[in-house]
């Protein structure tokens, strides 16, 4: 059993990876851009230059499991990126292929949703739970879903875009998709500041965030006030939890989880969050579920969280 995998996480402007040994310890991290390279193939060089002279500097050659890579629009099953928009370079991009022949690595690849998922069951908050739904909180919602202790992918490891299911709760909220109502448009960080837009136009409720202007107004805004004691506040993101909760009763009915982990900076609200969610989770869900399932945040560190997950899919998942 090898010691070291590298996790490599691909944005659509910068690419960190980093050498992490078995037990999740980061041990070297580096960082190089997205963009400003001709092509995915010279991309694809560059970042093996990288990892190559990371692995000799520590003297690991011989002890790495494998390559993990998060990027956007992965197909885990085909080893491609498929119709990123946020990519300069055209898709679909043979990432698996191309990184496993520069490198002679086992390559995998993965959505970051799917790659968070799975390092949350090995390095966090799911470590040893083989059922569980992982939904991350940022500026739009994504998920992972672990069933049986396997990562659920369907027919192009698309599977569970929980996000851009449609809610009561978001009708009329139109979504990036070019849909409306999905729950994205009212879990996500732009959901929340819709949500507080909308309050404070409502509601007489004094509140910090009244000092703040409109436009400039973000979520963290209102989970730092929140956390402070703001009611209005601490209403926004009750809202939002109780939306989360909903939601889950729903997802609960088809993957039958014990446990839903919550991340993202939307998550860092805390126990507001969880307590609304777990609240309505009970009141909503199906009896058989109402009792049963945990609602816990995120226990990866933020920094690291993305480069964990993609180190995990190399013992997890292997894409071919």
Not at 156 to 176: D, M, N, Q, T, V
Not at 246 to 263: G, H, K, Q, R, W
Request: glycine share 12%; aromatic share 6%.
């Amino acid at each position: 059993m090898k010691q070291y995998a590298i996790g490599v996480d691909m944005g659509g402007t910068n690419t960190a990876y980093a050498l992490i040994s078995r037990d999740g310890t980061v041990v070297e991290r580096g960082s190089l851009p997205t963009t400003g390279h001709i092509s995915a193939q010279v991309w694809a060089e560059k970042l093996w230059e990288s990892l190559r002279e990371m692995i000799e500097r520590n003297g690991v050659g011989e002890e790495i499991e494998g390559i993990g890579i998060g990027a956007p629009c992965a197909n885990t099953i085909t080893g491609c990126i498929e119709a990123a928009t946020d990519l300069p370079w055209p898709s679909p991009i043979p990432l698996k292929e191309r990184m496993e022949r520069l490198s002679g690595i086992r390559v995998s690849v993965a959505n970051d949703a799917n790659a968070a998922a799975m390092g949350e069951r090995i390095y966090g908050a799911a470590k040893g739970v083989d059922n569980f739904i992982m939904l991350t909180l940022g500026t739009g919602v994504g998920s992972g879903i672990v069933c049986d202790g396997n990562l659920i992918l369907g027919s192009r490891s698309f599977a569970g875009e929980l996000g851009h299911i449609y809610f009561e709760f978001a009708k009329g909220r139109p979504c990036g998709c070019g849909r409306e109502g999905c729950l994205q448009t009212v879990a996500s960080a732009k959901g929340i500041v819709l949500t507080a837009r909308k309050m404070l136009e409502e509601r007489d409720i004094p509140s910090s965030l009244r000092s703040i202007p409109v436009a400039q107004l973000s979520s963290k805004d209102v989970a730092e006030a929140a956390q402070r004691g703001d009611l209005l506040a601490r209403e926004i993101i009750a809202f939002t939890g109780r939306a989360i909760g909903e939601a889950c009763a729903t997802f609960a009915a088809f993957s039958d989880p014990e446990l839903i982990v919550l991340f993202g900076g939307v998550a860092k609200a805390g126990r507001i969050l969880t307590d609304a969610a777990e609240l309505e989770f009970r009141r909503k869900a199906l009896h058989l579920y109402a009792d049963k399932v945990r609602f816990r945040i995120s226990e990866l560190p933020d920094s690291d969280a993305a480069l964990l997950g993609a180190a995990a899919m190399v013992t997890t998942v292997s894409g071919d």
